[in-house]
């Protein structure tokens, strides 16, 4: 049961545009987390960063949380002077901006480690983030107390991230998850499950990615193969990409809701299955 209550209903939007909300940033908050040494920090543990709605302190609603992870050596922003991105010196750490701004702006509450490597650690860095933002909502002297809708709670992550994602899928207090271009093998699994991945990426091989989605068979799963999109470039194709747009989107369904958004994902009709940039396969529990 969620500690925040009384929230309005969250209204549809459209996941292919910028949400309703205007998005501010906690940068540096949190625990020391992750794995060392760090590929980028070294031996410097990380916290974290938060992206979520501006006016969370009187926006009238409960607002989910969503666990970010990253890919190996990356960030969801640059943090000089160790962190940052510098094509020149091939340096590429801090990418995920635009994926953070936009889930923030549809009006999740995202925590994202800065930890590199976010399939090590005990715990991992993403569960330990979440077991503070937890711990957030039930202190008034926070800033997120009371304002976060505790129950429906949700990861995703890319890369590294996504094999960080798939490798707590059985962890009790998520709703639903979704896996970019990576995978793990999976066990208990008891959330819906979006995997993605980019037709030319070299790095992590569709064919893999597809293996580990047709395992999960007693929960809906969706597999979405991005056929011009390579391992990380769908991030800059703003909010009508296809991995702004589905992330926003699914996480909406699952945890906000927004039955309206259900067309993209489910039914044999869905709106994916009908959009030519990407080639899609749902598992039995999808297709009604």
Sequence with gaps: MSSCTGGKAFPTANPAAAGPFEVAADKGVGPLAGYTPDPIYGDQ???????????????????PILVWANGHTDNPEPNAPLCVVDSGANKWCGQYLP??????????????????????GDPLPTIAGLNWILQQAEDPSSAYYHRLDTANIGQLGHSEGAMSTCMVASEPRYKALAALCGTRTLSGVHTPMLFFCGGKDTVVNCDGVRDVFLTVKDQPAFFIDELNSDHGSWVYQGAKGVSL???????????????????????????FCTDSRVKVEQNSLMTQ
Aim: glycine letters at 8%; proline letters at 1%; aromatic letters at 14%.
């Design 99 to 120: 994926m953070m701004n936009h889930l923030a702006s549809h009006g999740f509450v995202v925590i994202a480690s800065l930890s590199t490597t976010t399939s090590k």
């Design 45 to 63: 543990q990380q916290r974290f960063n938060i992206y979520r709605p501006k006016n969370l302190a009187n926006s009238g609603y409960c607002h």
């Design 245 to 271: 747009s589905l992330a926003a989107a699914w996480f909406r369904v699952h945890l906000m809701g927004d039955t309206a958004n259900r067309k993209y994902f489910y039914g044999s009709g869905c709106t």
